[in-house]
């Protein structure tokens, strides 16, 4: 059975797959530390959330532009890097 997680924001369980109410679901928060000092000195961690609370914390939709289809996925920006995005 899947470790089950819990939304950091509003206690409630998490999805293990995607989540037709929202495709941005399952999501999560990352954290990281010492920002102003270089990358080896950081420390990162990740905080499973809902979408939708988060989006309701920040309160500024301006701000999510994670929502746009044409925003980059995280593959998208690799292949784009390694040349394969030609």
Do not use: W
């Not at 495709?23 to 959330?49: G, H, T, W, Y």
């Not at 809902?50 to 920040?58: E, K, M, N």
């Amino acid at each position: 059975m899947p470790l089950q997680h819990r939304c950091c924001i509003c206690k409630q369980s998490m999805p293990h797959e995607s989540d037709p109410s929202h495709p941005l679901n399952p999501c999560a928060l990352v954290l990281v530390s010492n920002i102003n000092l270089d990358r080896q000195m950081q420390k990162e961690q990740e905080f499973p959330c809902h979408f939708d609370c988060f989006r309701r914390l920040v309160a500024d939709d301006s701000l999510m532009y994670i929502v746009e289809p044409d925003y980059s996925t995280i593959g998208d920006v690799e292949d784009e890097q390694s040349g394969r995005g030609s």
